[in-house]
């Protein structure tokens, strides 16, 4: 059966199931991730994490890349082989280009280790919604007076709606998913142009530029550049 973007047994809570072989991390993330509203289960080896998505429907799957019997990359073929659509995010110490572009190619989206709970919390909503599962968070991002809307690709900023190109568009809805939160310009990269872009980097710069001249032109200002570090959605600080 196919249970992408299936609602849970457990009602409108996404169930998520965490696969890491380390207690330490699945006790931290079951416990971010329960906080954050999601129903949690939790297998410490390959074998487990296929035998709980055969007996129950999830809405993401975490899955660490080295486990101790299966390779997470294998455990993500066979759900795929058995029509099983779940989002799967890899979470993996491995941060060379070609072992993401390996993942995303059987999975949704790759984390790597060492990474902040702000940080994995705001990937797995973004690959829920990407996948169809709005749940409470409807299709609507607002920070400050800045509103997006997901499914029109609409954007208004003080009451004013603003025209945005589709990257400008993907950019701040990154942004957006991830407010308060500095994101990298590889990260931004990754995200946006893809794991396996080869152009300049330094385009990232650009689209921030395009996006300040038009959120921007209200204030406050809300686009900020945090040196040597990446970018933020946030307000002025005082």
């Not at 799967?88 to 190619?105: I, M, N, P, Y």
């Amino acid at each position: 059966m196919d249970a992408r973007g299936a609602v849970a047994e457990q009602g409108d809570r996404p169930n998520v199931l965490v696969v890491d072989d380390e207690p330490l991390i699945t006790d931290l993330l079951a416990a971010a991730l329960r906080f954050e509203g999601f129903d949690v289960r939790v297998a410490s080896n390959g074998s487990d994490a296929l035998d709980l998505c055969r007996s129950t429907r999830f809405d993401m799957v975490l899955l660490d890349v080295m486990l101790p019997d299966i390779e997470g990359t294998d455990v993500c073929r066979r759900l795929r082989e058995g029509g099983n659509r779940v989002p799967v995010v890899f979470l993996t110490a491995r941060d060379a280009t070609e072992d993401k572009v390996a993942g995303l190619s059987v999975g949704d989206d790759y984390v790597t280790k060492p990474f902040s709970l702000d940080e994995l919390v705001a990937r797995v909503w973004a690959v829920l919604r990407r996948s169809g599962h709005e749940q409470s968070r409807g299709s609507e991002l607002r920070f400050s007076d800045l509103v997006m809307d997901v499914d029109t690709r609409e954007v208004w900023r003080a009451g004013t709606e603003i025209e945005l190109t589709a990257t400008e568009f993907n950019v701040l809805q990154y942004l957006l998913e991830n407010a308060r939160r500095v994101v990298s310009k590889s990260e931004l990269l990754d995200q946006v142009w893809g794991f396996d872009f080869t152009g300049d980097p330094n385009i990232v710069e650009t689209y921030i530029s395009y996006l300040r001249k038009k959120v921007d032109e209200y204030d406050p200002p809300l686009l900020h550049t945090v040196r040597r570090v990446g970018y933020t959605l946030r307000l002025p600080r005082s």
